[in-house]
């Protein structure tokens, strides 16, 4: 069983393809947030929750700390992070890693 600790207070979930991936399932029944997947090719099964984005990271996430809403997560993708924090976008880091029993 896979405790997420998520933190509550975001409603948009940034992933990597590969993060996408892995987690699929767990992202797909977040239907109460907004889950954008960063990836250069098409993908398919994306839930009515989920868009696939494939334009410039620092523009999105900019639009988006415009909107009204509450935070971002950003969660994995070391290329997405690295454009992220390069950005000068990131406002918290923590270690909310899924535990596993």
């Known amino acids: 069983m896979v405790d997420w600790r998520v933190p509550p207070d975001f ?37 009515a929750n989920m868009r ?10 900019t639009q988006l700390r415009a909107n009204e809403g509450k935070n971002i997560w950003l969660f994995g993708g070391g290329d997405l992070i690295d454009q992220v924090v390069c950005g000068d976008l990131v406002d918290q880091i923590s270690h909310l890693a899924p535990q596993f029993d």
């Open 11 to 47: 409603d948009t979930v940034l992933v990597g393809k590969n993060t996408y991936k892995c987690y699929y399932h767990s992202l797909l029944n977040m239907t109460q947030k907004e889950v954008i997947v960063f990836s250069h090719t098409p993908l398919a099964g994306l839930g």
């Open 52 to 61: 696939c984005f494939s334009g410039d990271v620092i523009s999105l996430i």
